[in-house]
């Protein structure tokens, strides 16, 4: 069975990357989705990794570390 062809390429992808960082702009994360749309959700990464966790990970991951260190 054949594949079907591509909806976007990673040179697309990165295209749009590459803009969106010389624009100065911060980027939270990119989606893509079944019909080829690449979506750029902008906003700057949070400190040490925790980009992509809400406000309730982010408290239980404090209170780990607090917990931890005591």
Known sequence: MARAPSTFRQQDVTRAVKAVVAAGVGIA?????????????????TESGQAGRNDLENWIAKRARDARQA
């Open 29 to 45: 994360r990119v989606e893509i989705d079944n019909a080829g749309k690449i979506v750029i959700i902008t906003g700057e990464a």
